[in-house]
């Protein structure tokens, strides 16, 4: 061992360091001159900021961020114990009271003994304070996607309608509303969902602020789904004297209206009747086209948007004809004298051509029963009835009355 050390010189060597580690240490202790430097970017902190808030309604907007530049100044030992977490930039908000810009003086403080500073820059700082608003905003949904066929999606509801904000009044002004996207591409039933909303302005261009608080965190969002059937209109028919209603048939317009529904129902429903004719009605009136309003069921939607339709009506193997009869009978008591003016009556009668072809004028009877009824001097007008002798299903068009004259007294 001893042979190795003195080989390899390893005492000699020891000697060596140990003398200049020491030197070092005589020559730091001996000549520790003072010196600067400089720490760039050190963060501004604000003193107040939630005083600022709730004494004034105030918050800054611009200058939170700010950075300043420090040198420093100590002995070369001190100065190796800095560091930028050891060196504080502090605004005081206190003598904010007004919303506006703002020069700012900062204490800058270096938590190490015997370092003091040499320079800042810059020496103040500009700040920016803005009046906190609140704002109610409606919400906007934009439905993306196509629904598949057969179906659509029928706008949407929003709960709530508008959202609350909070912010800076020069930001808050240019919020227009809240705006969601929802895609429900390929959707069959309702869907919904509860979303977190953008805000943007008139031009629906995004705002994005760090100073803007969303009180209204979520909104849900609901889209109804409707399935598309097209269902063909139909009606009944009352017969009438003569006129069977099975001899009656409708062409009605439209068709055909499309229904949809945001449940199965629609798909349940193979047709929607319009409602009953009276065929007695239509023919007293001569009147064969009618207008008859389209009712769907609740919860059951009518998606071709006619309200009504138009049903023209008509009659298979009926046939309409005039009869000329004289046989007027008058029944019946009255006080006053009178005498018949009327010698014939042209009579309409309506049914079935193999019925109508049967009857002949003879057949025909005209019946005015006086009883109730009051004469007065001159021609006066009474109401009769008009039969068919025999059993046959025909019906009278018209209302028919006879005229008696009936002398002064």
Same mark, same amino acid.
């Given at each position: 061992?001893k042979?190795?050390?003195?080989?390899?010189?390893?005492?000699?060597?020891t000697?060596?360091?140990?003398?200049?580690?020491?030197?070092?240490?005589v020559v730091?202790?001996?000549?520790?001159?003072?010196?600067?430097?400089?720490?760039r970017?050190?963060?501004?902190?604000?003193?107040?900021?939630?005083?600022?808030?709730q004494?004034y309604?105030?918050?800054i907007i611009?200058?939170?961020?700010?950075t300043v530049? $420090?040198? #420093?100044? %100590?002995?070369? @030992?001190? !100065?190796?114990?800095?560091t930028k977490d050891? /060196?504080?930039?502090?605004?005081?908000?206190?003598?904010?009271t007004?919303?506006?810009?703002?020069e700012?003086?900062?204490?800058?403080?270096?938590?190490?003994?015997?370092?003091?500073?040499?320079?800042?820059?810059?020496?103040?700082?500009?700040?920016?304070?803005?009046?906190?608003v609140?704002?109610?905003?409606?919400?906007?949904?934009?439905?993306?996607?196509?629904?598949?066929?057969?179906?659509?999606?029928?706008?949407?509801?929003?709960?709530?309608?508008? $959202?609350? #904000?909070? %912010?800076?009044? @020069?930001? !808050?002004?240019?919020?227009?509303?809240a705006? /969601?996207n929802f895609?429900?591409?390929?959707?069959?039933?309702g869907?919904?969902?509860?979303?977190?909303?953008?805000?943007?302005?008139?031009?629906?261009?995004?705002?994005?602020?760090d100073?803007?608080?969303?009180?209204?965190?979520?909104?849900?969002v609901?889209v109804?789904?409707?399935?598309?059937?097209e269902?063909?209109?139909?009606?009944?028919?009352?017969s009438?004297?003569?006129?069977d209603?099975?001899l009656?048939?409708?062409?009605?317009?439209?068709?055909?209206?499309?229904?949809?529904s945001?449940?199965?129902d629609?798909a349940?429903?193979?047709?929607?009747?319009?409602?009953?004719?009276?065929?007695?009605?239509?023919?007293?009136?001569d009147?064969?086209?009618?207008?008859?309003?389209?009712?769907l069921?609740?919860?059951?939607?009518n998606?071709?948007?006619?309200?009504?339709?138009?049903?023209?009506v008509?009659?298979?193997?009926?046939?309409r004809?005039?009869?000329?009869?004289?046989?007027?009978?008058?029944?019946?008591?009255?006080?006053?004298?009178?005498?018949?003016?009327?010698?014939?009556?042209?009579?309409?009668?309506i049914?079935?051509?193999s019925?109508?072809?049967?009857?002949?004028d003879d057949m025909?009877?005209?019946l005015?029963?006086?009883?109730?009824?009051?004469?007065?001097?001159?021609?006066?007008?009474?109401?009769?009835?008009?039969?068919?002798e025999g059993?046959h299903?025909?019906?009278?068009?018209?209302?028919?009355?006879?005229?008696?004259d009936v002398?002064e007294?």
């Amino acid at each position: 061992m001893k042979h190795w050390l003195k080989k390899n010189d390893i005492l000699a060597r020891t000697v060596c360091l140990l003398a200049a580690v020491l030197l070092w240490f005589v020559v730091m202790m001996t000549d520790n001159p003072e010196i600067e430097t400089e720490f760039r970017n050190i963060k501004l902190s604000f003193q107040g900021v939630e005083a600022l808030r709730q004494t004034y309604n105030l918050v800054i907007i611009e200058g939170e961020n700010a950075t300043v530049n $420090v040198k #420093i100044r %100590g002995q070369r @030992s001190k !100065i190796a114990e800095v560091t930028k977490d050891k /060196i504080s930039a502090t605004v005081n908000l206190s003598s904010v009271t007004t919303q506006g810009n703002h020069e700012m003086a900062y204490d800058l403080r270096i938590n190490v003994d015997g370092v003091t500073v040499a320079s800042r820059n810059p020496y103040y700082v500009n700040i920016k304070t803005d009046k906190i608003v609140s704002a109610s905003v409606p919400v906007q949904v934009n439905i993306s996607g196509e629904a598949p066929e057969g179906y659509y999606y029928d706008g949407y509801t929003v709960s709530p309608a508008t $959202v609350e #904000i909070e %912010g800076p009044q @020069s930001e !808050i002004k240019n919020i227009a509303r809240a705006y /969601i996207n929802f895609d429900t591409s390929g959707e069959t039933t309702g869907v919904g969902g509860v979303f977190e909303y953008t805000l943007v302005d008139e031009q629906g261009n995004e705002i994005v602020s760090d100073y803007i608080i969303k009180k209204t965190q979520n909104v849900e969002v609901s889209v109804p789904v409707h399935k598309v059937n097209e269902i063909p209109l139909t009606v009944n028919f009352a017969s009438a004297r003569g006129v069977d209603k099975t001899l009656a048939s409708a062409e009605i317009s439209p068709k055909f209206i499309q229904i949809s529904s945001n449940t199965n129902d629609s798909a349940e429903i193979n047709q929607i009747n319009l409602g009953t004719i009276d065929l007695e009605k239509l023919i007293q009136e001569d009147n064969y086209e009618v207008d008859m309003p389209i009712i769907l069921p609740n919860g059951i939607k009518n998606e071709s948007g006619e309200a009504a339709a138009k049903v023209k009506v008509s009659l298979t193997g009926i046939k309409r004809q005039e009869f000329v009869t004289a046989n007027i009978n008058i029944t019946g008591e009255s006080a006053a004298q009178y005498t018949l003016s009327t010698n014939m009556i042209t009579v309409v009668l309506i049914g079935e051509e193999s019925v109508i072809e049967h009857i002949s004028d003879d057949m025909i009877k005209v019946l005015v029963d006086l009883n109730g009824i009051e004469l007065w001097p001159g021609a006066n007008r009474v109401p009769a009835v008009v039969t068919v002798e025999g059993d046959h299903d025909v019906g009278v068009i018209g209302k028919y009355e006879i005229i008696l004259d009936v002398e002064e007294p």
